[in-house]
């Protein structure tokens, strides 16, 4: 069974630019939810989507924002891109809304220049 | 709002030896805890979990402990192996909210 593909493993951008990343989650699984990794932060809750609805966001500005796809598959978008938005970003997958046991991708290491 | 909090960046510990990483957390109200272990260059992939029902969960070389008066949970593993060696991270839910994870614990086992 394939696990959570986060595309594309690493981006460069610059300022002011935007970014969209994608997660495609385990077979079966219906929940995606997307975590920012920053030295010294931890894991920081962006938002959890399940059947294409967002059910859960944390406390970021509006400049970040997902989807879901009737496929599972989720994206996320971040528009005027700041240099601290440069972080891995993590995607996670679960059979239901914030399931017990989350599975996640490798993420997606962006650098904002 | 720091809800679950990882005193401890780092952490050394000798081959052999047992490890105990701790986290702390305000919420009462999460009724389940759970331990990841992440590698560089790679995702969080769990490892074991707890819930507010229980006190103790054991799983081979590794056993979670919840104290909810203090509210405090640790995560014990021995004997520790170099394999051992990454960053783990804590986190915490109530019911179907999100998982609130901790900023973290760097573990080196040293041969």
């Known amino acids: 069974k394939a696990g959570v593909t986060q595309t594309p493993r690493y981006l460069i951008k610059t300022r002011g630019q935007q970014v969209t990343l994608s997660c495609s989650p385990i077979?079966?699984?219906?929940?995606v939810s997307w975590y920012q990794q920053t030295p010294g932060q931890g894991l920081q809750f962006l938002f959890e989507?399940?059947?294409?609805?967002?059910?859960n966001k944390g406390n970021f500005p509006g400049r970040f924002s997902g989807r879901q796809f009737s496929n599972s598959r989720s994206e996320m978008n971040v528009s005027t891109l700041e240099l601290g938005d440069s972080a891995l970003y993590l995607c996670a997958s679960s059979m239901t809304v914030a399931g017990t046991e989350a599975f996640f991708g490798q993420g997606t290491r962006l650098t904002v220049v | 709002d720091q809800q679950v909090k990882q005193n401890s960046p780092s952490l050394s510990v000798q081959e052999g030896r047992i490890s105990i990483l701790n986290c702390d957390y305000t919420?009462?109200?999460?009724?389940?805890f759970l331990w990841y272990k992440k590698y560089p260059a790679e995702g969080p992939t769990f490892l074991i979990s707890i819930s507010s029902i229980k006190d103790k969960n054991e799983d081979g070389r590794f056993t979670v402990f919840l104290n909810k008066s203090a509210k405090h949970l640790s995560l014990h593993i021995v004997p520790s192996q170099p394999g051992d060696s990454a960053v783990y991270f804590c986190?915490?839910?109530?019911?179907?909210?999100?998982?609130?994870f901790g900023q973290g614990t760097r573990l080196t086992i040293n041969p």
């Open positions: 986190a915490a839910k109530r019911g179907a909210q999100k998982l609130v």
């Open positions: 077979s079966g699984h219906r929940s």
């Open positions: 989507y399940f059947s294409e609805t967002q059910r």
């Open positions: 919420n009462s109200m999460f009724d389940y």
